[in-house]
């Protein structure tokens, strides 16, 4: 009896530190994780799990941030409020849906001319502006005085890329001589624009990466129960049986892919 209480006071102790709930959630955030880098050795159950119920709990989010933070607040309250001009584009939106009814999904074009014309008139003027007019801006900005020295070597060196780029997407003029040559260059600041891009890609990526391990290390303490090299055990016993079975029922022979 001593040593069951023994036990029980280093179970509660454990609850004392860790509260229950986020051991759950510890476990959750482990075993997901693992099903779903299990994906890296074959396509299995627990992937397909994972990947479900990672999907329909991100469906289920957004449906509840669109039900209370759009259609709530301005359409509903909006009505309640009197203001039944609201109806107008929420009988466009709601237009859209007929596109999975094929007999009227005609109506769906109302919503979609709509959404297309609006989205263009707003979207247009601000890529002019940010895109084009401070891209530009931007360029003349270090020879209008005040900068150093460095600041206009680099600001030349940003010109003079924007001018050859310029050059590769000028298709009007046949790309022969000072224009073919600049054109060339323009297209190797395209490519350490697109490297660094890809780079800063990757880093973003590998740092959820990192998040991941770092979780997965948390996780893997006496707090949680060890939940990390539990389920990752339980996955290569799985993964171990399923090739003993499949070798066996195949005679000993690989399965074919």
Same mark, same amino acid.
């Given at each position: 009896?001593?040593f069951?209480?023994?036990?029980?006071?280093?179970?509660?102790?454990?609850?004392?530190? %860790?509260?229950?709930?986020?051991?759950?959630?510890?476990?959750?955030?482990?075993? &997901?994780?693992?099903?779903?880098?299990?994906?890296?050795?074959?396509?299995?159950?627990?992937?397909?799990v994972?990947?479900? &119920?990672?999907?329909?709990?991100?469906?289920?989010?957004?449906f509840?941030?669109?039900?209370?933070?759009?259609?709530?607040?301005?359409?509903?309250?909006? &009505?309640?409020?009197g203001?039944?001009?609201?109806?107008?584009?929420?009988?466009?939106?709601?237009?859209?849906?007929?596109?999975?009814?094929?007999?009227?999904?005609?109506?769906?074009?109302?919503?979609?001319?709509?959404?297309?014309?609006?989205?263009? $008139?707003?979207?247009?003027?601000l890529?002019?502006?940010?895109?084009?007019?401070?891209?530009?801006?931007? %360029?003349?900005?270090?020879?209008?005085?005040?900068?150093?020295f460095?600041?206009?070597?680099?600001?030349?060196i940003?010109?003079?890329?924007?001018?050859?780029?310029l050059?590769?997407?000028?298709?009007?003029?046949?790309? =022969?001589?000072?224009?073919?040559?600049?054109?060339?260059?323009?297209?190797?600041?395209?490519?350490?624009?697109?490297?660094?891009?890809?780079?800063? %890609?990757?880093?973003?990526?590998?740092? &959820?990466?990192?998040?991941?391990?770092?979780?997965?290390?948390?996780?893997s303490?006496? $707090?949680?129960?060890?939940?990390?090299?539990?389920?990752?055990?339980?996955l290569?016993?799985?993964?171990?049986?399923?090739?003993l079975v499949?070798?066996? =029922?195949?005679?000993?022979?690989?399965?074919?892919?």
């Amino acid at each position: 009896m001593e040593f069951l209480a023994n036990i029980w006071q280093w179970f509660a102790g454990l609850f004392t530190v %860790t509260p229950g709930w986020m051991i759950f959630g510890g476990w959750m955030a482990a075993g &997901l994780t693992l099903c779903i880098y299990s994906f890296l050795y074959k396509d299995n159950p627990f992937f397909k799990v994972a990947e479900h &119920l990672y999907l329909g709990a991100g469906m289920g989010w957004v449906f509840q941030v669109t039900f209370f933070q759009t259609w709530k607040p301005r359409v509903w309250d909006a &009505l309640m409020d009197g203001q039944f001009v609201v109806l107008i584009p929420t009988v466009l939106g709601l237009s859209l849906m007929t596109q999975f009814f094929p007999r009227i999904s005609w109506i769906s074009r109302y919503g979609f001319t709509f959404i297309m014309g609006y989205g263009a $008139g707003l979207v247009i003027p601000l890529e002019i502006t940010t895109n084009f007019l401070r891209q530009i801006g931007g %360029t003349i900005a270090p020879f209008a005085g005040g900068a150093g020295f460095w600041a206009m070597v680099n600001g030349a060196i940003i010109a003079f890329g924007f001018i050859c780029v310029l050059f590769y997407f000028f298709f009007s003029v046949e790309q =022969k001589g000072v224009v073919k040559k600049a054109s060339n260059i323009g297209i190797y600041f395209l490519m350490l624009y697109f490297g660094a891009a890809f780079g800063n %890609t990757v880093m973003g990526r590998f740092s &959820l990466l990192y998040g991941r391990f770092d979780d997965l290390y948390k996780y893997s303490g006496s $707090g949680y129960f060890y939940a990390t090299h539990v389920v990752l055990g339980l996955l290569v016993a799985y993964f171990v049986l399923d090739k003993l079975v499949l070798s066996k =029922k195949n005679g000993g022979q690989e399965p074919a892919h």
